[in-house]
């Protein structure tokens, strides 16, 4: 059974750091592109970042380029998400992604972690 565990949310105030993990068990994490998401009431689920691999390429959105980074443990089978430089408008619950490489209609989503960027 696959299961995604997110953690590390909070109420940060603007300027300051975060950083998410998303642990992941039941999958063998080199086999599957990790991402995540970022959700606020009355929109759709945005990408915000995604690992294909370990190692490889990430990328970001516009809205987080350089102030947020991806990054992964194939030992812990863990990915983390560093957030700095908050910004109010990043305030959202934080989802956890992991889609099979070879089959993207094979994914699994975490319950997330809420994210508050607020003075």
């Known amino acids: 059974q696959v299961q995604l565990v997110e953690s590390g949310g909070g109420l940060v105030q603007p300027g300051g750091s975060l950083r998410l993990s998303c642990a992941a068990s039941?999958?063998?994490?080199?086999?599957?592109?990790m991402n995540w998401y970022r959700q606020v009431p009355g929109k759709e689920r945005e990408l915000v970042a995604t690992?294909?691999?370990?190692?490889?390429?990430?990328n970001y959105a516009d809205s987080v380029k350089g102030r947020f980074t991806i990054s992964g443990d194939s030992a812990k089978n863990t990915v983390y998400l560093q957030l700095n430089s908050l910004k109010p408008e990043d305030t959202g619950v934080y989802y956890c992604?992991?889609?099979?490489?070879?089959?993207?209609?094979?994914?699994?989503w975490g319950q997330g972690t809420q994210v508050t960027v607020s003075s």
């Open positions: 039941g999958l063998t994490f080199r086999d599957y592109s």
């Open positions: 992604k992991a889609e099979y490489r070879w089959n993207v209609a094979i994914y699994y």
């Open positions: 690992m294909p691999a370990p190692g490889r390429n990430t």
